[in-house]
Every structure is written in C-alpha cells, then in structure tokens.
C-alpha cells in the first residue's frame, strides 16, 4: 500500500507539483557484535530476552568498561539504552556497594527508564535498588531511598537542591561508579549553562567523598559533539556515532503547499494527507504545532471520512491530554493491535513516549530543530519494512529553506548546542552555591569552574561568604540554591499566571516584548490574551482566548560597544564579538490580522537597559555606494541592512540551536562607534549565553545560507518567507529585498577575498557599466570597444534608467535593439519607459514582442498588463493578470493588477478577493490597502 501512496504523490496532479523532493534512505543490515565475559546473570538476560547485540552496543560497553568518559549519539531508536546499561549492571553486580546516577530532563522519561532497569534487575536476579528520587517522590520513603538505593534516576532541578544535602548522601557519592546524563542535546542555552556548572559542582563533590565517576552521555546527533560534551561535564569524552542496528527502507518526502500558488494551507493539506495514508491503510502519527491542530485535523479527516470511509471514523484519534498514563496505554495498545490507524499528536509526543514505531509519520511543519525532525521522523519504520515520512511546510524562512535545500535534512548535522560558561550571572550563582555545599578554595575554583577570576572577586565582595582558612564558607541564612532557577539568568524575572496556576516564567526583555499588557501570548501552540501586567509584583496574568490576531510591540533599540573581545578575519571581511548595551523602549505595541494592522495602542514600560554579548560587522563604504547608486529609491540603503539583518536572524537557528527569540539584532546606516553602516546580532539574555559567539564560528555558513534562502523566495519585494520579521521592533519598515541579497552576496564575495563585484542578474538585479572601474580598473579607451555590444548596451541603458535618466537609456536599448531585435531586456526596458512617458500603445507592442519571444516573462506580463489599464483596455487587461497569476500567483503585484483590471469592470467582490489576496502576499502593499478601503468605503 506504501507503494500506492509514492506512486500518487508522485503522479497525481493535486500531489504532485507540491512534492519538492523524496529522499530514499536504504535499508541498512545489521551488524552484530558480542560481549566477552558477561556475568553469567547478563548472559542469561541476553538470551532470555532473545537479544543480539549490535556493534556501536559492544563498542559502547568495551569503552565503558575501559574507564573513558562515553558520548553515544547514535539515533534513539538503536538501542542506546542497552549500549550504557550493560556495563553499568555488569560494575553494580561485581561490586556490591556501587552505585550509578541517571539524570533525566523530563519525568517521563525517568518513568520509563525505571521500568527497564527493574525489568533488568529482576530478570538478572540481582538486586539494585533502582529508585526514582525527584519532587514527586513521598517524603517518607525518600530516606530509604538515599540509604538503599543504588540505581537514582533523578533530574537536575531535584539534584540543584539536593546537592547541598551530601552529607547524608554520603554513602551513595562515595561508591558512584557512572553518572548517565541521557537525552544531554536538552542541556542547551541558558538551561545548558546552569547544568554545566550543577555538572561541576557535582564532579567537586564527588571527588571530595573520594570517588570519580566515568560520565556517559546520550544525545541527538550534534555539529559539535566534542565541545559539546566537554563543556556540559568539563571533561573529554570518547564518542560512539555509527548506528549498526537494522533498518528497513525508508521514503521521506518533502511536501510544499507553497511550491506553486498554494491554494491550500498546511493544515488542509497535512489533513488530504493523512486521509491519504490511512485509506491506504498505512498506520500513521501525524505531529502538529499545536494541540488545537491536533484535534482539528482529526476532526476533519474523521468528518470526511464519513463519506467515503466510515469505517475508518473510530479508528483516528487525536493524542490529548499531557502523559497521563491511561492514555498513553490506550493509544499505544490501539496501534500495536491495529485498532487505531491513524494518531495526531502534538510534538510533545516525541519524548520517550513509547508507542511502538508506524508505517508513517506526518510532520506538519518544521518542528525547530532536526534532532526533533529526526526524533519524529524515527517513529517510522516498523523493524525492517519499508516506511514513510511527510514534512509538510509552512510558509515562514525556515520551512521554506529546508524544502529548497533537502541537503541540509540528509547530509552531516549542521546543528551546534551551545553551552556558555561566562555568563557571569550563572557562574556566580553555581559559585554560590558550591561555597554553601562545602568551603571553596582557589584550586577547587580553577580546577572546577574554569571561570573568569572576577566571578570569584564578585562573590567575594557579595558579603554572604567569609575568607577561612579552608577556604571560602558560606554564612548566609538561606540556601543559595533556592534562589537560582536552571532555566533563567537573573533573578528578575516575571510569572506568568492562568487561571491562578503558573504558567511560564520569563526574564524582563521578554515579558516586554511578548506578554506586556494587551499582548496575545503563545504557550504551546495555545493562544492566550494578557489581562494585567503588574510591574511591582512582576506578575502577568493571562487567560485563554482563541483568537485570530497577534500581537506586535515596537521599540526603539540602541546598542552600544562596552568592548570588543575577539574579531576574526575571513577573506576581507572581519565580524567583531563583544560585550554590548542593549537599550530598549517599548513605546507601542499593534494587533494584527494577516499581517494587516487592526489597530494600535500605547505602552507604558520604563525603558529596559541590559548587558549582553553580541556580534557585529560593518558594511564598507564601496557596498554602500555601489548598492546606493544602483538603487535609487529612497531608503533602498536602509532597508537593505535591515533586511539582512532579519534574515541572517531567521537562518540563526539553523546553525545554532536556539529559537529566533533568543537573539535580538539592530541595523544602522551609521553607528557612531564603528564610524559606519553597521549590523548587529547579539543573545537576548543578560550577560548571553554563548549564541553569537558561537554565530562567529559558522559566519560563512551563516551568510551562505541566508543569502540562499532570500535568493529563492519568489516574492518581489519581500514577504514573510524571507525578510519579514514576525517581531520586528520597526514594524518592518524599511526593506529592500533586492539590496539586501546583494549585501549578503558582496559579504560572501569579501570572505572568499574577492572584490565586491556589481549585482550580476540582469532580469532579477541590476548590472551597471558606470561603476564598471571597481572591477576593471584597466578599461579605459581602448577597451571601450568590447562594451559596444547588445548586452553591454542594455546594461549601460539600465543605469541610466535607474539613475533617471531616461532619454540616455532610451538611446542604449534603441542601439542594442538595432545589433539584435530580440534582446528581451532592451525590449522590457524600452517599453518600460515609454510606458513613463505615456507611450502606452508603444509599449504595449514592446511588451508583446517580449512575450512572443518568451510567453511566461513575468515581467513582460505584469508591465503590459498595467498599460492595458493605462489605455482604458480593461478586458485584456485582465486575461493578462491572469495569465501572470497563473505563472506568479505569489506576487502581490499580480492580484494588485488583477483586482484593478475587476474593480474597473464592475466586479466589486473579485477585485476586493483579489487586492486581499495581494495584502495576504504583501501586507506592506499601501497602494493595495487604500484601494481596497476605497471599494469598501463605498
Ligand atoms: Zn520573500
Ligand atoms: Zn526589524
């Protein structure tokens, strides 16, 4: 049936031309390897369980058991688990007294993992103890628990506060023999970074009891495995990449509704597809972004169902509610019986659930990161059979991006996690803490925490320790580490409420920006609406709202350089890091509907001041000129930085893990510090947490695929799949699209040493032979011989026309069309100007010429569309719009024409659906807007 399925999204007419790419992934043979000298308890497991392990498990055990720290990243379906668990029990059943700790990001998970180690312990006959110690376990069998157990599984906001406990841990630190830090790609940004320093301050107690665990880490594949894990722990680790476990053939499909003019959105066609999948009985979990989602595509594909199927109706079932363990037992019983064919669920879904693997998975929307399309897309596959997977994208830059540029999906991770270890907040608070847990010296301090002195100088000072001579000791009241929360930086941040239940908290520039009164909110795909903001109390409270717009808060941002720590050359291109002062007022914020503004309110917030670290470059002057003399409109300059700088912004992700709302950014045509044009990107936390810096690092990728990404959007003048920002503090204004590829092409062209070059696409940029002596510096008279060409003449003609000079232009493309009648850009462009000069029947027959030559010359058709107008030609006017939809349906420019074309026939409702369409395309269409009030004002 899978086969039925390729084969129409391959021919059918309504599939076909929205399949971007299929990657066939093969089936791979397993490879298997043995454990010499297993406990006889271990051995018997292994055949009791009809067990064979496979090579990357063997390799994993033989390290482990050698003493190296051990990085499994292997995928999650491969048996990682086993590949640590085996030599754990192995040590804890040799020795008596061992122990090992689990430390585990979600409860879930820890839920899970408990149920496998008993299963092990009882089948082995052994005796462990295995216990999950976290805030949900009862207070009277917790001591128990610390003089028993010898297997913890825990997680790090239980282990933060119960580190300063050790003491009566004792036994257990003294014999820890492995610390398993499973799912570490978690440990990322700001909560990364407290983890990192809870890592250290458990190493220090360890080795204080006498013991020095091996660490073993499992994680997602990874861009920077070694820093990565070296920076979470503070020691080297060996890796165990390469995944020997079967797999059978698996098919994954990149689907676009916005390939062509979609007419669909991604939430009907993510419900024809998986309508498509279940009647052909393929058994498939479809994630969405939101639960609302979740249950709607459900809804309606058990509604069509009806119809046509209803036999399949109480076979589709929508993933509720949270982990409740009923639930999950149910599904997860329907699919393994069959009884349920197909499953929506929410992305939560993909952590550690176990619900056994599918013939198919639908993944609606990029879901962020590809750790979590690859943890998604694993649900596929069915021990060796072959297997499906759908992403479905959306129309934002990222989407987009990946489903232009598959290779980015298939090949080599491209993703690096983060962990910063100077921030100076975090570092002092984890000091803090250490000093509370146990006396601090100078060689705990530099073997540890591997911090900047100041940080030890500023707790010195902080009047809560005292100088001893075992070192520094803790004499405050309270517990440090109450006050320090492992996903937030400063302590002053704001809590939001629903429903008198806390929500999220966040830190103050994010409360500002995102939940600042009247503001709609988006926690987990739901929408909810601001009731108050109380800036004393630092409370929000929100309540739950369905509703259509969203919210925009304007600011003014000013950034200023405190001091440049590093600045790396690449070609002649250099980008500075450093620590910088972000200033924000947030004056203003707007609904939003579609993109278009329904209206606007003031904010009242004092001004936010905080200190980050951030990235920045300058434009040099020659860009600058060249760009400013090829683009005469005003603001082209302006707006070409800024667009730069929203879709460097949105490609950020991509390289770095993080949310595009972790970094903030500011474009300038002058900065008073650098003296000149100057971009911004800096890490939105106070004192940051390692982005940037890391942005530094991957620049030339970062500057390549962004370039990429706007270069393929098929939008004219910008859109939301490219420079757009859905946050954008200016409102978006202003923004230059054509200006802004050539920035980002002039910075490629200075990191690969070259001179910065004049745009080269003549229908899509534009070439000028004025500025020619950048590139040429040697033309001069006697060169000027080769220039007389029609190419040459049409160039030389276009900047004139972009300079305003029309008559000199004129006279170019009059000469390069005498050399060569067909010379499609002289054509357009002359019938562009005489279409200025109200020549329209004249340009008509220019355009017409262009469009015999090369009948779906977008351009030709627009311009001859609007002459058509121009000459009172309503009709043909437009037959021509929509010959130009049906070859550029995403050009707001094409429904603009078209609905003036209908509007001045009479046909008042096609041309209100068509300037719509336009400002569903382009909200920043003025031109559009105010027509389309007109007719309705009328
Ligand atoms: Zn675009
Ligand atoms: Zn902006």
């Known amino acids: 049936m899978l086969k039925n399925v390729l084969e129409t999204l391959e021919k059918n007419r309504i599939f076909r031309r929205k399949v971007e790419h299929i990657e066939t992934l093969n089936e791979r043979q397993a490879h298997y390897g043995e454990v010499k000298d297993l406990p006889s308890s271990l051995q018997k497991y292994l055949q009791d369980s009809h067990i064979q392990l496979y090579q990357h498990q063997v390799e994993a055990t033989e390290l482990i058991r050698n003493g190296e720290n051990v990085l499994i990243t292997t995928p999650t379906a491969s048996g990682k688990t086993l590949a640590f668990n085996l ?94 830090i499973d799912e570490a790609h978690h440990y990322r940004g700001v ?3 407290n983890v990192a320093f809870l890592i250290r301050r458990l190493r220090r107690i360890c080795n204080h009891y006498g013991s020095y665990p091996q660490f073993i880490l499992s994680s997602a594949t990874l861009a920077n495995p070694d820093e990565f894990s070296r920076n979470l722990v503070g020691m080297s680790f060996q890796e165990v990449n390469q995944d020997t476990s079967p797999s059978g053939k698996k098919h994954f499909v990149l689907y676009n509704p916005f390939a062509k003019w979609g007419d669909l959105s991604t939430h009907q066609e993510t419900k024809n597809l998986f309508q498509l999948m279940v009647t052909n009985d393929l058994q498939t979990l479809c994630f969405t972004v939101s639960r609302k989602m979740a249950e709607i595509i459900a809804m309606w594909t058990k509604k069509e169902l009806n119809q ?123 000091l803090m803490c250490a000093v509370k847990e146990m006396p601090l010296t100078v060689d705990d301090f530099e073997k540890y925490f591997e911090a900047d002195y100041d940080t030890l100088e500023a707790i010195r000072q902080g009047g809560l320790v005292k100088e001893t001579l075992i070192g520094l000791t803790y004499i405050g009241r309270n517990d440090p580490a109450m006050n320090i929360s492992l996903d937030q930086i400063s302590s002053d941040h704001f809590k939001v409420f629903h429903n008198k239940r806390l929500m999220e908290t966040m830190d103050r520039q994010h ?85 278009k503004t329904l209206s606007t309110y003031n904010l009242d917030l004092p001004p936010l001041k905080y200190h980050t670290r951030g990235l920045w470059f ?33 490609m950020f992700p991509l390289l770095v ?162 050399m060569d009648e ?13 279409a200025e000069q109200d020549s329209h029947a004249k340009a008509i027959a220019s355009f017409k010429k262009v469009l015999k030559k090369r009948e779906d010359d977008a351009e030709a058709l627009y311009y001859l569309a609007v002459s058509l107008h121009e000459t009172g030609n309503y009709s043909n006017s437009k037959d021509a719009s929509w010959k130009l939809i049906e070859k550029r349906g995403d050009w707001d420019d094409a429904w603009h024409v078209l609905a003036m074309a209908l509007q001045a026939l009479g046909d008042k409702e096609g041309a209100i659906t068509a300037y719509r369409k336009a400002l569903a395309i382009n909200p920043l269409n003025e031109d559009a807007a105010d027509k389309l009030n007109g007719i309705l004002e009328d």
């Open 308 to 430: 046509t199927r209803p036999d399949l109706v109480n076979r589709i079932t929508a993933y509720r509610s949270g982990y409740l363990a009923e639930e999950r037992r149910k599904i997860e019983k329907g699919l393994k019986t069959g009884s349920l064919v197909g499953v929506t669920c929410t992305n939560a879904l993909e952590l550690g659930v176990d619900i056994g693997s599918l013939d198919c998975v639908i993944i609606s929307g990029y879901p962020g990161t590809m750790i979590s399309t690859w943890q998604q897309a694993g649900r596929a596959g069915r021990a060796e059979n072959e297997s499906m997977v759908i992403m479905v994208a959306f129309e934002n830059a990222l989407d987009q991006y990946l489903m232009k540029h598959p290779e980015f999906l298939f090949h080599k991770s491209h993703e690096n996690a983060v962990i910063d270890l100077q921030n100076k907040k975090i570092t002092q608070g984890h």
């Open 511 to 595: 409360a500002y920006s995102e939940a600042h009164e009247g503001a709609v909110l988006i926690n987990q795909g739901e929408t909810y609406t601001v009731d108050s903001f109380d800036l004393a109390k630092r409370t929000i409270n929100v309540k739950k709202m369905d509703v259509d717009y969203h919210t925009q808060a304007l600011k003014n941002v000013d950034v200023s350089i405190e001091k440049e720590i590093s600045s790396r050359k690449i070609g002649n291109f250099s980008v500075s890091f450093g620590e910088v002062k972000v200033s924000q007022d947030f004056y203003k914020y707007k609904t939003m509907l579609y993109g």
């Open 191 to 193: 909560f990364g970074s």
């Open 657 to 818: 893990l993080c949310d595009r709302f972790d970094i903030g950014g500011l474009s300038t045509n002058y900065h008073p510090e650098t003296g000149k044009a100057t971009i911004f990107i800096y890490d939105a936390y106070e004192g940051g947490i390692g982005l940037a810096e890391k942005a530094v690092e991957v620049m030339e990728k970062l500057v390549e695929v962004t370039r990429d990404m706007v270069k393929s959007c098929q939008c004219r003048k910008g859109c939301p799949t490219c420079i757009y920002s859905p946050k954008c503090g200016n409102d978006n204004k202003p923004l230059h699209k054509k200006g802004t590829i050539f920035i980002l092409e002039s910075i490629m062209k200075m990191m690969k040493g070259e001179s910065v070059d004049l745009p080269t696409d003549i229908t899509y940029d534009h070439r000028e032979t004025i500025t020619a002596p950048f590139k040429h510096p040697m033309v001069g008279a006697e060169g000027y011989q080769e220039f007389e060409n029609p190419e040459n003449l049409t160039r030389k003609g276009e900047s004139f026309y972009l300079n305003g000079n029309n008559k000199e232009a004129l006279t170019c493309f009059q000469k390069a069309l005498k």
């Open 822 to 834: 067909n010379n499609i850009s002289a054509l357009k462009y002359q019938g562009m100007i005489l």
């Open 618 to 650: 300058t434009v040099p002057g020659l860009v600058q000129d060249t760009l400013e003399n090829v683009f005469t409109k005003k603001d082209a300059y302006a707006g070409s930085l800024h667009g730069a700088e929203h879709a460097l912004i949105s």
């Open 87 to 180: 030599a754990i029990v192995e040590t804890l059943s040799r020795d008596e007294e061992a122990t090992a700790l689990y430390i585990y990001p979600a409860k879930a998970l820890a839920n899970d993992q408990l149920n496998v180690l008993k299963h092990l312990e009882s089948s082995c006959g052994l005796d462990f103890k295995p216990n999950i110690y976290d805030g949900d376990t009862p207070r009277n069998i917790r001591p128990w628990i610390k003089e028993n157990s010898r297997l913890i599984l825990t997680n790090p906001y239980m282990l933060h506060l119960i580190m300063g406990w050790h003491h009566q841990w004792s036994r257990f630190y003294k014999n820890l023999k492995y610390v398993v």
